[in-house]
């Protein structure tokens, strides 16, 4: 199976395509920047093609040499939840990105979206339950789900769309919680500022990610709106105390020096009986 992994050379992308030639498919890896794709271990073992998306093409599906399903990664300007370009830049651009790959033949399409589509909803989230956007960010991934969702009903292809929680793992970008906390313990200091920690969240090292999107997109039987979780909640103080005493660290955590985000809710984490059926199968 030919698949083409847009967004490669990023943070999750870079752990898709390691991922992808554990399990031995012929892979097409495309970013912006040809230059940090150099630093990748894996660029002699997949077909790199530069490639800004945000340039129109009219056949976006034969410049990348007709993939057999593509795993959508590329996003600009994250962590900027709620700045406009997102439904002002990223939004239309990836709408006529994705048409083109459809339009040109493209039968099985693979997107990452965020649990920040379900807003300020508190629990156990389901796939089924309806999307409260309210950032940009957010409102412009929804809007691009459903807007493939409308384009299903004119032509023919499988869409999964993968939720995405909340990830760790080496290679983060420095302003995460737990890239900071390593920060601090690499400078020796005595106090780490954080929230007061109590909010509920639901976590995965990026390595279990990157599996779970390779087989949540290579599987047939379970498609549309996939939680990619544990569906494990965890208090932001207990991920980072248990995150040091895996690592035998200590530091004084100094609670409620930030304030709690004001664009998520204090208690949510991913409900992943569809990812489990996606996981086995369908069974």
């Known amino acids: 199976m030919k698949v083409l992994v847009t967004g490669a050379t990023g943070f999750i992308g870079n752990y898709v395509v390691e991922e992808l030639l554990k399990n ?14 150099i630093h990748f271990s894996w660029l002699k073992e997949v077909n790199y093609v530069q490639a800004d998306l945000n340039i129109s093409r009219e056949d976006w599906f034969s410049f990348f040499g007709k993939p057999d399903l593509l795993i959508h990664l590329a996003w600009e300007g994250l962590p900027n939840y709620k700045e406009s370009f997102h439904l002002e830049r990223n939004l239309p651009s990836n709408r006529i990105f994705l048409k083109s790959m459809i339009e040109g033949g493209l039968k099985r399409v693979v997107v ?18 309806e999307t409260k956007p309210d950032n940009s960010y957010a409102l412009a991934k929804d809007n691009l789900r459903k807007f493939l969702e409308k384009l299903q ?19 983060q970008r ?12 690499e400078r020796k ?6 929230s007061g920690g109590e909010q509920l969240r639901d976590y995965l090292p990026i390595e279990k990610v990157a599996e779970y999107i390779v ?7 379970v498609s549309g709106i996939i939680n990619c979780c544990s569906g494990k909640p965890i208090s932001i103080r207990e991920l980072v105390e248990n995150y040091l005493a895996e ?3 200590s530091i004084e955590l100094k609670l409620g020096y930030y304030p709690y985000p004001d664009y998520e809710p204090m208690a949510f984490w991913g409900c992943d009986q569809k990812l489990q059926n996606a996981l086995n199968g369908g069974a």
Request: aromatic letters at 10%; one cysteine or more.
């Open 247 to 249: 690592r035998n660290k």
């Open 189 to 194: 200091e005595k106090v780490f500022n954080m």
């Open 24 to 37: 031995n498919f012929d892979i097409i890896a495309t970013s912006i920047l040809p230059e940090k794709a």
């Open 153 to 171: 009903e004119t032509i023919v292809f499988d869409l999964k769309w993968i939720r995405l929680f909340y990830i760790y793992g080496r290679g």
């Open 215 to 221: 087989r949540i997109s290579t599987q047939d039987k």
């Open 112 to 129: 990452i979206g965020t649990c920040l589509e379900y807003g300020m909803q508190n629990g156990a989230l389901r796939e089924d339950l």
């Open 174 to 185: 420095p302003d995460s919680l737990l890239s900071q906390l390593d920060a601090a313990l």
